[in-house]
């Protein structure tokens, strides 16, 4: 596609559960991001994929969460036993590395609800 | 360790009139600054970026901003607001020996009125 793809694009989920969200970055684009955007706040840093490099991952906010990036291309977010202050919408960008990281191409997000 | 403050996190102008949205940095290396911009209910957008060339930035939708090392700043500045300026502004920083950690600052709301 042509831009970053990200599903679900709303999911409404039950305290303890696991959800699974997922990004399909820009194609040929080497660095992929996750952050969080809660409500009326900036954006949280999550994590970093940069090619075959291991993962920055020392936004994630606790064990429950991770990530992983398939391939290079495709990344997929878990959240195990939700809890309510889990609720954001969680982003999605990728950038073609180097010294273009810091262009990111944003998707439109997962929002994520816990109840 | 680099953090970004934006000073203000609602500005409202009137249509026509100046837009200045402030931002300082902190880094601890030379930084790559960026402002990004979210319109309602879509994706954030790269509106320009500074990486060590020219000190005055311009970006799309007649967006400048210009980086001062003295004052630590990063102030985005359009000589006329239009109403579809009205977004959520983000001021971003990023060390150069590390790119991989954006920090994106809080926000600042601007709101344009008739």
């Known amino acids: 596609g042509a831009g970053v793809s990200q599903s679900p694009s709303n999911k409404v989920t039950e305290k303890g559960k696991d959800v699974e969200l997922r990004c399909d970055p820009i194609s040929g684009h080497t660095a992929l991001y996750w952050y969080r955007q809660s409500l009326g706040q900036g954006l949280e840093f999550l994590i970093y994929f940069q090619g075959n490099s291991a993962p920055d991952k020392s936004g994630l906010p606790s064990d429950r969460f991770s990530a992983e990036r398939t391939g290079g291309s495709v990344s997929t977010l878990t959240i195990q036993r939700t809890q309510q202050e889990d609720s954001a919408v969680y982003l999605c960008a990728s950038s073609l590395g180097g010294q273009y990281t810091g262009e990111l191409f944003f998707g439109e997000g997962s929002r994520l609800t816990v109840l | 360790a680099q953090s970004v403050t934006q000073l203000d996190s609602h500005v409202s102008v009137s249509e026509g009139t100046p837009v200045l949205l402030r931002c300082n940095y902190s880094?601890?290396?030379?930084?790559?600054l960026f402002w990004y911009v979210q319109h309602p209910n879509k994706g954030l957008q790269l509106l320009l970026k500074y990486t060590s060339a020219a000190t005055l930035v311009k970006g799309i939708n007649g967006f400048e901003a210009e980086f001062k090392k003295s004052e630590t700043s990063f102030h985005l500045t359009k000589p006329s607001a239009h109403m579809s300026d009205a977004a959520e502004y983000f001021c971003v920083v990023s060390d150069r020996n590390g790119y991989n950690k954006l920090i994106f600052g809080a926000g600042t709301r601007l709101a344009v009125h008739p």
């Open positions: 880094s601890s290396y030379s930084p790559s």
